[in-house]
């Protein structure tokens, strides 16, 4: 069996050693041909040269260092466009999502199925955190086009006509769950639960996990312009029932019509809903911008063991 395995590394070089072992006893049992490839995310700590020290026990182990901590999508996808295996694994470094489940998941693919994705049906992370990918899951689904999967996230093995369906969608603001459920073939979800961190802490703050959310959002649905179109006919709705109201007390009933208050309030309530919506009107512009300039998904300042593309 050809695997490729892609991995993208950000500050691991306390235990990156620990998942080249339980990658390499999997090899062994499972008789893998395997082209393993670590994607240095612009890590802050010696990775990267502590990937280089361990290569020389494992002759198949591939290694791209970026140039900059680009996010963990581009790492992904940087990783998939080297791959070269029949069957490839996403996993992450930290071994939350553990090799010894590749078998299982790699049975499915042989029974015929393009893509096994992992399903977290428990989460060994703070109540804060789950309860964030919780709701956003099930938004997410609600406000997608696609048929989004709930609890997912990248891991996954995927047959190579699925890798290369994916790498034509060349968006410059990725999310590959959602890029891998667009593209459809025949997919199945594996219930598995999720280890804690062996070690070290997640590169994933608050900031890029909004980061991954909105880009989830506004790449697979358009609601929120149309959402935006929906509250515009409510506003109009109301200031053509109000000022029908303000009309009739004024000329039938001789009421004094009351003014600044009520004037202030709806100033400042469609003014902030007029912020709101050119917020997500700008969004959209600015992905579209993103798409202009074409640039590319990451720069790579050094490599081992794998041919570069020029």
Known sequence: MNVSIIVPVYNSSS?????????????????????????????????????????????????LKLSRNFGHQYAVKTGLSYSTGDYVAIIDDDLQD??????????????????????RKKRKESFFKKASYNIFYRVLRRMSEIEI???TGDFCVMKRNVVESMLKLNEKNPFLRGIRAWVGFNQIGVEYERSSRVDGESGYTLTKLLKIAIDGIFSFSNMPIRVISFLGFIGLFF???????????????????????????????????TIICLGIIG?????????????????????HNIAIKR
């Open 239 to 273: 200031s053509f029932a109000y000022t029908s109201l303000l009309l009739y007390a004024k000329l039938f009933n001789n009421i004094p019509v009351p003014g600044f208050t009520t004037l202030s309030l709806l100033i400042i309530f469609f003014g902030s809903l």
């Open 98 to 119: 553990p090799p010894y489940l590749l078998p299982g998941f790699f049975k499915y693919l042989e029974e015929g199925f393009d893509v096994a994705y992992g399903v």
């Open 283 to 303: 969004e959209y512009i600015v992905r579209i911008y993103d798409e202009s300039r074409r640039r590319p998904d990451s720069v790579i300042a050094a490599f």
């Open 149 to 151: 999967p709930l609890d």
């Open 15 to 63: 235990f990156i050693n620990k998942l080249l072992i339980a990658i390499d006893n999997e090899r062994v049992k499972n008789n893998w041909s395997l082209e393993l490839i670590l994607v240095d995310d612009g890590s802050k700590d010696s990775s990267y040269e502590k990937i280089l020290s361990l290569s020389g026990n494992y002759p198949y182990l591939k290694a």
